[in-house]
């Protein structure tokens, strides 16, 4: 086991966010301190409440969030203390913005400031053909030439119907893979 290590995890508006909860349930086990930051469409598909209570930590929705105890912006205080981002599930939209800077929301903003050390790991569900489009395969070599690595997706039967890649990896390698990064 790594030591205890400090995790952003980033959950967006994927079918795969309900995943998160597993996430953060696995990274807590292993010992580590985990901060969710969820876009505003994450909060369709699971509550901020479930990773409140799995992570034993407020859940950042707000770019603008108090931070805990601190005077400092909550969006600071957690890209200065981040040993790891983690985003899953990763949505081509967020991708997107990682790629091109944008930061118009906590998780992105957060992305932009973390400090030079930290590691970036993505992984990303989303509908096969956004995920093969040129605009994210682009965007993934962008992010990637950054030092950002990304895990999966993985292959098979999509929640919207489709086969083929676009499904969250298996949630036991994102946590293996992650811990890794950190050992």
Known sequence: MAAKRTIILGVTGSIAAYKAAELVSQLKKLGHDVFCVMTQDATQFITPLTLQTLSQHPVTLDLFAPGEGDW???HLQMADSADL???APATANVVAKLAHGLADDALSTIALALRPAAKVLVAPAMNGKMWLHPA????TKTLEGRGVEFIGPDQGMLACGYEGVGRLWPVEQIVQRANQLLA
């Open 85 to 87: 981002l983690l985003v």
């Open 136 to 139: 994210t395969v682009e965007n």
């Open 72 to 74: 400092r912006p909550s």
